[in-house]
């Protein structure tokens, strides 16, 4: 079976709006889209100071997430259709952004090109040179990690629930108890802070350390990503986040906030090192078990496992319930992937892959990748 290229976009939005696009999708006709309920984490002015200084509090906010693959020909079409639809615009309501990867599926998913053809050019410029962190660790400490994006002042973190699968076995071998319940941390930064931040996160988490947790980062094709990390009352017409918003929105990057230049390590191309892949792997509700099991034989390091379900489009005559997903995530080196795609069984099953650029997490002897389970 070959890979198709398409590119995958993800939304996430107030649940107080989560309306629009689950609208403006149906008008798409898409014939597979997925949701899930998730958190934002924010920070809170209690009080304001003389100096000019606030005292700050975390406060979370439900949101709801939406992914989804389309052609590539037709993805900054989708992503503005959206975007206008939902005003993503204005800080506060949400972000969306696309990534481009490599799909396997039996069943190859039918788009109505000529709806998706006849989308009117986007009135909003997204922005270039992005990346995504995504930190996996243990439930409970999702709120560190966001708290040290929000200090960073790059980034409004997300947060998603999952599980770990397989690592906590071997783990539990060497006497260390790892929870299985997860949380899992997503942030989009610009590109050239993005080497800092992955540092800063890796440090104040201990990620180095066994037991504490994931942490990678991939690249992100385009995408219109909030900026409203602080509230309160503000003593300008116009918000921080506002001005933020508006000057990346004309220079189409976020190049201009650029501080300090951060040396990273690079684990993708040219740096010696194996290329590293996550594999998203989803399945039907109950079927993931073993056939996830089969994935961890083959070589792969672990998996983080969470639930979302499809969107019920009202016009969707051939189904009449949400069908329940297990979403797995695994990261490992093109060699082990191979490896998998073999030995994993096919049947229901859509594999996605995109690129993967750093990793951190504790390495123990003898493992062949990281494991974000």
């Known amino acids: 079976m070959k890979a198709r290229k398409v590119s995958r976009i993800e939304c996430w939005v107030s649940k107080e709006i989560a309306h629009l696009p689950a609208e403006a999708l149906e008008e798409l006709g898409l014939p597979e889209v997925f949701t899930a309920s998730a958190r934002s984490v924010v920070l809170r002015e209690k009080t304001l100071k003389l100096a000019g200084r606030g005292d700050y509090k975390i406060e979370e906010d439900p949101v709801e997430y939406f992914s989804f693959c389309v052609p590539p020909k037709h993805a900054s079409r989708v992503l503005g259709f959206l975007a206008d639809r939902a005003d993503l615009s204005f800080p506060g309501r949400g972000s969306i952004y696309r990534t481009d990867i490599s799909v396997y599926r039996n069943e190859e998913n039918s788009f109505d090109d000529s709806v998706l053809a006849a989308l009117p050019k986007p009135s909003i410029v997204p922005l270039k040179d992005l990346e995504g962190l995504v930190a996996i660790v243990r439930r409970g400490k999702g709120n560190d990690i ?156 672990g998996a983080t496992r969470s639930r979302v379900r499809t969107l019920k489009l009202r016009d969707d005559t051939l189904r009449t319930a949400r069908r329940e997903y297990e979403m797995n995530d695994l990261i490992v080196d093109r060699e082990i992937r191979e490896k998998i795609l073999k030995r994993v069984p096919w049947d229901r099953a859509v594999i996605e892959i995109g690129q993967v650029n750093r990793v951190e997490t504790y390495r123990g002897e003898g493992r062949s990748s990281p494991s974000p389970g």
Not at 225 to 243: F, L, N, P, V, W
Not at 271 to 276: E, Y
């Open 146 to 301: 966001a708290k040290a994006l929000l200090d960073s002042g790059r980034a409004l973190p997300l947060v998603t629930f999952g599980e770990g699968v397989g690592l906590r076995d071997r783990l539990g071998l060497l006497r260390i108890t790892v929870p299985a319940e997860k949380e899992i941390v997503h942030a989009v930064v610009p590109r050239h802070d993005a080497d800092e931040i992955f540092d800063y996160i890796t440090r104040t988490a201990k990620l180095d350390h066994p037991g504490k947790g994931f942490l990678y980062s991939y690249s992100i094709a385009e995408g219109l990503i909030d900026t409203r990390m602080i509230r309160g009352k503000s003593s300008y017409i116009a918000s921080m986040e506002q001005i933020v918003s508006a000057i990346d929105t004309m220079t189409g990057h976020a190049d201009w906030r650029r501080g300090t230049a951060a040396i990273g390590r690079s684990l993708g191309l040219g740096s010696g090192k194996a290329q590293r892949e996550v594999l998203r792997i989803l399945y039907p509700e109950g079927e993931g078990n073993d056939r996830i099991r089969s994935a961890l034989d083959a070589g792969a390091g």
